[in-house]
């Protein structure tokens, strides 16, 4: 298998068939891509909605309106939309929560591990949160790392996607309840399968050439 093949196969689909349907087990694979994504320090200070009715992702559409109008057909004839969220902060609750599940799944091997990474997770915390003042940036790398593992799956799976930031993030947090739930929505994410309206699909990709992105040393 070239792990660049799915690379290159995957496209930014912009038209998808209504009459398809991802399957169910396919769908689950892809939730598992997106819990396990990497994090740094495994802060998984993400959540995701996931909109597979109709209904359900007429109120996504709500987002993609006005400016964002163009992507309203592909929420809305797409197989099922991963809304990818954040956390609006790291805070105890959830840094506690994240040391008990790692004593639970066996991470802390040695008596001082879990004293050790409580103290080198808060530290990237503290350092995003008051000395780069970055801290809201830092959360959404973590949620795009999940959307290039997520898009990278889709495709070895065969399943066609979209990333589209291209909606109004406040009508979306309004209408799903993310804030008052502590989240706010980044990128969505439309899986299906193509259409004969995606002219993306028949287009060469277009990429820099390899000796102008690489410096070996």
């Given at each position: 298998m070239k792990i660049a093949s799915y690379a290159k196969r995957r496209h930014a689909t912009k038209a998808f068939?209504?009459?398809?349907?991802?399957?169910?087990?396919?769908?689950?694979?892809?939730?598992?891509?997106?819990?396990?994504?990497?994090?740094?320090?495994?802060?998984?200070?993400w959540h995701s909605v996931v909109a597979s009715s109709g209904e359900a992702k007429a109120r996504v559409a709500k987002a993609a309106q006005g400016r964002f109008a163009y992507n309203e057909p592909k929420i809305l004839n797409a197989s099922h939309v991963f809304v990818l969220c954040v956390r609006a902060s790291v805070d105890d609750t959830h840094l506690?929560?994240?040391?008990?599940?790692?004593?639970?799944?066996?991470?802390?091997?040695?008596?001082?591990a879990r004293k050790g990474q409580q103290t080198s997770r808060q530290g990237y915390v503290d350092t995003h949160r008051y000395d780069l003042k970055d801290a809201q940036h830092w959360r959404k790398k973590q949620a795009y790392l999940a959307l290039g593992k997520l898009l990278l799956g889709a495709s070895a799976l065969e399943v066609d996607a979209c990333p589209m930031e291209g909606f109004d993030a406040k009508v979306l947090d309004e209408e799903l309840g993310l804030r008052v739930k502590g989240f706010t929505s980044v990128v969505l994410i439309g899986l299906?399968?193509?259409?004969?309206?995606?002219?993306?699909?028949?287009?060469?990709?277009?990429?820099l050439p390899a000796e102008t992105i690489f410096t070996d040393i």
């Open positions: 068939d209504p009459a398809w349907k991802v399957l169910d087990e396919t769908i689950a694979q892809l939730r598992e891509l997106i819990r396990f994504s990497p994090s740094s320090v495994n802060s998984q200070p506690a929560s994240l040391l008990e599940q790692e004593k639970i799944d066996g991470r802390f091997v040695i008596a001082d299906g399968y193509s259409d004969e309206g995606d002219f993306n699909k028949a287009l060469p990709k277009s990429r």
